[in-house]
Nanobody, 115 residues
Framework: QVQLVESGGGLVQAGGSLRLSCAAS????????MRWFRQAPGKEREFVAS????????YYADSVKGRFTISRDNAKNTMYLQMNSLKPEDTAVYYC????????WGQGTQVTVSS
């Protein structure tokens, strides 16, 4: 199993920045890729970004491309999401996930962007 702990959420004004972190522990040697999803009130959970743990290849949802950057620190078993130029529509609970052949998810961290 892999355990995930997110941090870094909070309240920020539109146009501001936040950096989310996702620390992994447990069977981290089996991680294939990690990803961020988000869920706004009354909406389905949606994909935000993903990163290959080995190659570092990244993928982004169109809604965040050019504003968000996903990265990882293999030595620390930690993934990051740098979020710039935040908009009120980015308000959501952000979840990190990891695939090892199975999917594991963190508990989520709230991001609130005020207009």
């Amino acid at each position: 199993q892999v355990q995930l702990v997110e941090s870094g959420g909070g309240l920020v004004q539109a146009g501001g920045s936040l950096r989310l972190s996702c620390a992994a522990s447990g069977r981290t040697f089996s991680m294939n890729f990690m990803r961020w999803f988000r869920q706004a009130p009354g909406k389905e959970r949606e994909f935000v970004a993903s990163i290959s743990w080995r190659s570092g290849n990244t993928y982004y949802a169109d809604s965040v491309k050019g504003r968000f950057t996903i990265s990882r620190d293999n030595a620390k078993n930690t993934m990051y999401l740098q979020m710039n130029s935040l908009k009120p529509e980015d308000t959501a609970v952000y979840y990190c996930g990891v695939n090892t052949g199975e999917d594991y998810w963190g508990q989520g961290t709230q991001v609130t962007v005020s207009s």
